[in-house]
C-alpha cells in the first residue's frame, strides 16, 4: 500500500499568463508517451487547452487534469497534472487546484521574470503551504536572462531558489543544461523532437562556475544532516548525488528552499530533466500533513492519512458540465477507497449519493475506473447533488473538510436572451455555469427585473456568454459592465425595533433592542453576532432568527441595495409574547431594525481597488503615470530594467473600463498591463454622490 502512494505525485503547473504552463504540459504527454504527437497552442492544437475559447484565444481558461508515468531510478511514477490558468479572471482555477494538490510547478518566463501573477500565485501556495519547484522556461528567448530570474525569485519572493541546473548560453545561443547535482551537461537532439538527449563534455568556459555552484549547493546539502556534515568535512568528494537528492528533498517539503531549473519547453530542451525533478522533490501522498476535518455530529476535529484501508474521503474540488455525460465532479481522495456504484455520504448536505462512475481524466477525455484509492484524482458522474467545496466520505465515519474560499466578484453586467423562448432557458444555464464556477454569481434585480452576472473582469464574463451561445445556444443582449461596489457602516448606531402585525386571529409581535456597528477585525468577513440578553427577556429559542434576520438581511445594503461585506450586532434585550411572538416575528423585527439602524450609522459605498502593473518602453513612462493620475490611481512602485520600466500601483476598478485600449493607443501598442483585484476601500464622497445618482436614475439598457 505504501509503495504504491510512494509512487504518486500530484503536481499542479502554475504561473503568469503566457510563461508557457500548457506548452510545458503538451511536452510532458508527448515524452511520456501519452500523445503520439505535440500539441501547439499558437496553433490551437493543445491537448489540455480543449475548449474553443482557449483554442481561439490561446489562453487556458480552465484547469484540466491528466494522468502520466514516468520511469525514475529503475521505478515507474505515477504523475497526476493539473495545468491551471494564467490570466488574473480565472484565479479560481488555481486556488482550487492548489488546495488539492501535493506540489507544484512555478513556470517563470526567462525575459519577463517574476511577473504580476507569478507573485499571486506563489503567495497562494503559501497559504495552502505547497512545496514547488521553480522551472525558468523560454531560456531561448531575446533577453533570456536565467539569473537575473533567480535574483527576482528571492527578493520579489521572498523565496530561498536553489539553481540545480545552469543554462549552456541563451537567447539563440541557447543550446542545453548542466545538471548540478550530476555534474554533467546535456543536448537535445532537434530532429527527434527533443524526444533523444544526449550527455556531452560541460563547456570549457562555464567550468568554474558550474564548480562554484555545485560547490554550493554540496555545503547545503551537508547542512542538512549532522552526519552528512561530518562526511563533507572529512572528503567533500564523498557526497553522492543521492545524498544531495535527499537534503534538498527534505529543504524542499519543509518549504525552506526551492530547487531551480531552466530550459526551453517550446524548443523542447530540459523537459524530461523537470520530471525527473518532479518525482526528485516532490512529495508523494504520504509526505504531507494528514488531512484534518470536523466530524459533523460530535464536532471534534479528526484527521485523515493516506490509507487504502481508512475510512473513506474525498474533497470535490471542481464541478464542470461534459456535453456526454453531464455534470462531472473532481476529487481529490485523501483516504481510503471507492468503488464504482458504492454509496457515500455528502457531509455538507449530510445526503446520501451513489456514484454510478468513476473515470480518469485526460483534458475533456476520460477513462472508465472501477475503484478509485488514496492519493488520487478522480472525477465521478452519477450524482444528485453535489457543489463545488463538498466533503465525499463514508457514511459510518462522517467528516467535513476545511472549506476553500474564492474571491468574490468585482464586475457585474445585465444580460438578456434576444427571444422571448429563452428566458427561462437562461436562467438554468445561467445556473449550470455558476455551479462550475464559484466566482461567478447571478442574481434577479427586482427593481429592474434584470438578470444581473456578476465575475472577476470583463474577459470572465465574455467567455460566460460566449459559452452560452456555444454549449446552450442562447444569444444574449448585455448591458455595459459595471463596479460590483460593496456597502459598510463607519458609525455605532442604538435602535429599539418594535414588529407588531394583527390580522384578526393569533398576531406577530417581537421587539428588539441592537447596537449596529462596524466590525472590531477589519479583515472579519460577514457577520459578528454577540447575545448580551440577560434574563430571558429573549427567549434562547428566537436568536438563531434574530440572527438569520440580520444576515439575510446584509445581501442588501440602504444605499443602493449592494451587499455589506461585514456587520457587528450586539443583541442587549427586548420583549416578547407568549402567544404572538415566534422565530418568523423576530426574524421579520431584525430585518426591519437592520434597514432602519444603518440609515443613521453612516452608511458609505466601498469600491474596489486593483492592482495594477505595466510593462513598458522608457519613453511612455510619463504619459502611463499621469493617465493612472487622472484615474484616480496610486504609483506605489517604478522598476527599471533594460529598455522598459515596470509600473506598479493601485486604482479603483470603476475607472479602469477601456484601460487596455487607451494604453494601447499611448504606447502605439508597445506596453502591456495586467489588472488583479486587491481590496475594497471607501468611495469619496463626491463619486459616490455621482455613482448613487446615476444607479438610482438610471435603468441599464439592453
Known sequence: MSERLTHIRNIGIMAHIDAGKTTTTERILYYTGINYRIGEVHEGAATMDWMAQEQERGITITSAATTVFWPFNNDNYRINIIDTPGHVDFTVEVERSLRVLDGTIAIFCAVGGVEPQSETVWNQANRYRVPRICYVNKMDRAGADFFKVLGEIKDKLIANPIP?????????????????????????????????????????????????????????????????????????????????????????????????????????KGVQLLLNAIVGFLPDPTEVPAISGVNPYTEKEEKREADSSKPFAALVFKIATDAYVGRVAYFRVYSGKLDAGEQILNADTNKKERIMRLMQMHANKQKPLKTIEAGDIGAAVGFKQIRTGDTLCAPQHPIILEKMQFPEPVIRMAVEPKTQDDVEKLVVSLEKLAEEDPTFTIKLDEETGQTIISGMGELHLDIILDRLRREFNIECNRGKPSVAYKEAITEAVSHTEVYKKQTGGKGKFAEIQVILSPVDDPDFKGLQFVDETRGGSVPKEFIPAIKKGFESSMSNGVLLGFALTSLKVRLLGGSYHSVDSDSIAFEAAAARAFREACKNAGPVLLEPIMKLDVVTPDEYLGDITSDLNKRRGHVTNVESAVGRQQVHGTVPLAEMFGYVTALRTMTSGRATSSLEFSHYAVTPKDIMEAVMLKIKGYLVTV
Request: aromatic residues 8%.
Open 164 to 268: 540545480v541546473q545552469l543554462p549552456i548560453g541563451a537567447e539563440d545561443d541557447f543550446e542545453g543544461i548542466v545538471d548540478l547535482i550530476a555534474n554533467k551537461a546535456y543536448k537535445w537532439n532537434d530532429e527527434s523532437l527533443g524526444k533523444e538527449y544526449f550527455e556531452v563534455e560541460i563547456p570549457e568556459d562555464m567550468r568554474e562556475q558550474v564548480a562554484e555552484y555545485r560547490k554550493s549547493l554540496i555545503e547545503g546539502a551537508a547542512e542538512e544532516n549532522e552526519q552528512l556534515f561530518e562526511k563533507y568535512l572529512e572528503n567533500p568528494d564523498s557526497i553522492t548525488e543521492d545524498d544531495i537528492i535527499l537534503s534538498l528533498r527534505k529543504a524542499t517539503l519543509e518549504l525552506r528552499a526551492t530547487p531551480v531549473l531552466c530550459g526551453s519547453s517550446f524548443k523542447n
